[in-house]
Nanobody, 122 residues
Framework: QVQLVESGGGSVQAGGSLRLSCAAS????????MGWFRQAPGKEREFVAG????????NYVDAVKGRFTISRDNAKNTVYLQMNNLKPEDTAVYYC???????????????WGQGTQVTVSS
């Protein structure tokens, strides 16, 4: 069973930075494509960033381009989301996910973490 555990969330002021981490329980998990999603209260879960199993082809939702960076370290079984210049509209629960098929649709991902809260105040 693949398990994903997020960490690094918290509360920051607008313009601040946070780095989210997602650790996997099995090394074989790292053959999966990885994604970060977020869900704000009353809204649907949305794609934020994704990266292929090899670490290539990072892609982002337009709202975070130039501010967020996704990366992965397969030796550490960990994927990261560096978030800079945070805005109040980035406030949400952030989830990492793993799947064999890359994409922006949550249904493409087979495994999910429990989520970590990010709160950005103005």
């Amino acid at each position: 069973q693949v398990q994903l555990v997020e960490s690094g969330g918290g509360s920051v002021q607008a313009g601040g930075s946070l780095r989210l981490s997602c650790a996997a329980s099995r090394r074989t998990f790292m053959s999966n494509n990885m994604g970060w999603f977020r869900q704000a209260p009353g809204k649907e879960r949305e794609f934020v960033a994704g990266i292929s199993w090899s670490g290539g082809s990072p892609n982002y939702v337009d709202a975070v381009k130039g501010r967020f960076t996704i990366s992965r370290d397969n030796a550490k079984n960990t994927v990261y989301l560096q978030m800079n210049n945070l805005k109040p509209e980035d406030t949400a629960v952030y989830y990492c996910a793993a799947g064999l098929v890359p994409g922006v649709v949550p249904g493409l991902y087979n495994y999910w973490g429990q989520g970590t809260q990010v709160t950005v105040s103005s």
